[in-house]
């Protein structure tokens, strides 16, 4: 079957304008996961989704990032204002959601954020 | 909180040639995960191979290994027979097990270059 989706590919936006990011996951899968990649970095969780149940958003670097998830498939990733240091690739993950920890997440391509 | 370290930012390896990559990691945990994702300049990560901590047994993947040593909590991987295809970011990953648990924990990444 298909694996997880993200569009754009690429956006670049310039300073202060809302930008919208998209995930589709894995179908069948009710976990969905959003990481932040920034340069020289290693991955930095965001938000985490299952099923119907309030999103862990402890990841969430400020208030200006906000998620949500439509009907537990398509997931959308917000920023609004756009900083310079919000340069990065975003990458969503997904898994089944039945067996928490041991469970494989599996990437989409990620989107490319540039902010000018 | 868990800490993963990859100590080798960027190595190099012949066609053919084995080469091994580097992953330490801290916590206080005693059942958790281990992953080694490979993201190449598509960006797409990709599972390379997983650990379970109670195993003792190290995993394989054809021609990906891993030297797991629980009590000097490191994690290696080793790949053989290297293919120009394996050019890409080695990222080592971390999870702690059970139904709450499900924030990966990411080094660095190492930037592997195949030379032919």
């Known amino acids: 079957g298909a694996g997880v989706s993200q569009s754009p590919s690429n956006k670049v936006t310039e300073k202060g304008k809302d930008v919208e990011l998209r995930c589709d996951p894995i179908?069948?899968?009710?976990?969905l996961y959003w990481y932040r990649q920034s340069l020289g970095q290693g991955l930095e969780f965001l938000i985490y989704?299952?099923?119907?149940?309030?999103?862990?958003k402890s990841g969430l670097p400020s208030d200006r990032f906000s998620a949500e998830r439509t009907g537990g498939s398509v997931s959308t990733l917000t920023i609004q204002r756009t900083q310079q240091e919000d340069s990065a690739v975003y990458l969503c993950?997904?898994?089944?959601?039945?067996?928490?920890?041991?469970?494989?997440?599996?990437f989409g391509p990620g989107t490319r954020l540039l902010v000018l | 909180a868990q800490t993963v370290t990859q100590s080798q930012p960027e190595m190099s390896v012949q066609e053919a040639e084995t080469v091994t990559l580097s992953c330490t990691y801290d916590?206080?945990?005693?059942?958790?995960?281990l992953f080694w994702y490979k993201q190449p300049p598509s960006r797409q990560m990709i599972l390379v191979i997983r650990q379970e901590a109670y195993k003792q047994q190290n995993a394989t993947e054809n021609r990906f290994s891993v030297n797991f040593q629980k009590a000097a909590k490191s994690f290696s991987l080793k790949i053989s027979d290297s293919q120009l295809g394996d050019t890409a970011m080695y990222f080592c990953a971390f999870i702690i097990s059970g139904a709450g648990s499900y924030q990966l924990t990411f080094g660095k990444g190492t930037k592997l270059s195949v030379i032919p």
């Open positions: 993950a997904s898994s089944l959601g039945t067996s928490g920890g041991q469970e494989t997440q599996y």
């Open positions: 989704f299952q099923g119907n149940s309030a999103p862990d």
């Open positions: 916590t206080s945990e005693n059942n958790y995960y």
């Open positions: 179908s069948g899968h009710t976990a």
